[in-house]
């Protein structure tokens, strides 16, 4: 008897603080991919820093087991976003924040914590085709993306 091991992807929009999201067939993932790279409204409370927190894995995600989980953490706004994966390898967590070789002039700044406090780095800003990628490559395959080059971060969420 073969068994079939069903992915989940679950995402949580930080300007909808309660809601988690999960796909679970992955034709939906293209669609989905659209939705995460797409910016908060225009009118959003100042809180919301354009993050979308994805995780795919055999389960739906639950928050309260988030610290060993890995994940990829997108921030978007108009035109341009940027991201950072954690990896977990046998409890030891390690983060990587997006490389762009070729930097964008005059990117925008993302938040890297949604209290502001830290911003990725303007060499990490991609435009939102690149990110619309890494996000399908993620959702497809559970694992950071190698359609876009990385750097270690010197934090980890």
């Known amino acids: 008897m073969t068994s079939v091991v069903t992915r989940v992807a679950s995402v949580h929009y930080d300007e909808r603080p309660h809601e ?4 679970y067939d992955p034709r939906g993932y293209s669609q989905l991919a659209d939705d995460v790279v797409t910016p908060p409204p225009a009118g959003s409370p100042a809180w919301v820093r354009g993050h979308r927190t994805i995780v795919v894995s055999e389960h739906p995600y639950d928050p309260a087991s988030a610290e060993l989980t890995p994940m990829l953490l997108v921030a978007v706004t108009t035109g ?3 991201a950072y994966f954690r990896e977990v390898d046998h409890g030891t967590v390690t983060g990587w924040i997006t490389s762009n070789p070729i930097p964008i002039p005059a990117a925008p700044k993302l938040a890297f914590v949604g209290q502001g406090w830290s911003d990725f780095p303007p060499a990490a800003v991609l435009t939102t085709d690149q990110l619309r990628a890494l996000v399908a490559e993620y959702l497809a395959t559970g694992r950071r993306p190698a359609s876009v080059q990385w ?3 010197e934090w980890v969420q």
Do not use: K, P
């Open 20 to 23: 988690w999201r999960a796909v």
């Open 80 to 82: 341009h976003g940027a």
């Open 151 to 153: 750097q270690e971060s």
